[in-house]
């Protein structure tokens, strides 16, 4: 079955505490992104990747890093996790070109105390 | 810069009233691609209609449809006949050809159908 996959669905974590969001898509997408979700924000792109070794900053990167070290893995992480990064995250994918409809994955949902 | 407004918070219907949900967009670009998307109370994500900026035809799928106009900047969903499981968050997208691959969501619009 094609689909983006996050791991893990729930987190809790308490202030500082670096962490890993892992996404990983079976379709061989070269684009991928990250997005997070805040009430009456919609969702903002985070990071985004045109193919491999190839990442660029979206509209709300500070406190992120991402890395695309192979096709269909694009883990997102936060360094020093703060408060205001409690969030629903969702990872997507799509094929490069022609500006297709994303994939989603099933999201992240992330509670920095 | 590209922005999508969806000025409707909230939206409440009682089931088989239709109901439009609207979408209005800023872009720079000539080449631009708008989206709609439902996110049921389970949370994922759903596409439901992708729309290029030289195709201004509606489009009607079952009880969807969609309504583009470039005059106005819009590109409008109506659900005719609404029904319970239409109930969910629509989100309005747009994403531009020429700058980046930045791809912009609208703040979206909670619709409720009440039985």
């Known amino acids: 079955e094609a689909q983006v996959t996050q791991n893990p669905r729930y987190l809790i974590t308490v202030t500082g505490k670096k962490l890993t969001v892992t996404c990983s898509q079976n379709m061989n997408h070269e684009y991928m992104s990250w997005y997070r979700q805040d009430p009456g924000l919609g969702l903002r792109q985070i990071y985004y990747?045109?193919?491999?070794?190839?990442?660029d900053k979206g509209d709300v990167p500070e406190g992120y890093k991402v890395s695309r070290k192979e096709k269909r893995n694009f883990p997102l992480i936060l360094e020093s996790p703060s408060p205001n990064q409690t969030s629903l995250y969702f990872c997507?994918?799509?094929?490069?070109?022609?500006?297709?409809?994303?994939?989603f994955g099933p999201g992240t949902r992330l509670t920095v105390l | 810069a590209q922005k999508v407004t969806q000025a409707q918070t909230e939206i409440s219907v009682v089931e088989k009233e239709d109901v439009t949900l609207d979408c209005v967009y800023e872009t720079r670009d000539t080449t631009y691609y708008l989206f709609w998307y439902k996110q049921p109370p389970s949370g994922e994500l759903v596409f439901l209609i992708r729309?290029?900026?030289?195709?201004?035809q509606n489009e009607i799928s079952g009880r969807y449809s969609w309504n583009f106009q470039k005059s106005t900047s819009s590109f409008n969903f109506t659900i005719t006949a609404s029904q319970v499981v239409d109930s969910a968050v629509y989100f309005c997208a747009l994403s531009e050809a020429s700058y980046g691959q930045n791809f912009v969501f609208g703040p979206g619009t909670r619709l409720s159908v009440l039985p």
């Open positions: 990747s045109m193919n491999v070794e190839v990442t």
């Open positions: 997507a994918s799509r094929p490069t070109g022609d500006h297709r409809e994303q994939f």
């Open positions: 729309r290029n900026s030289f195709d201004e």
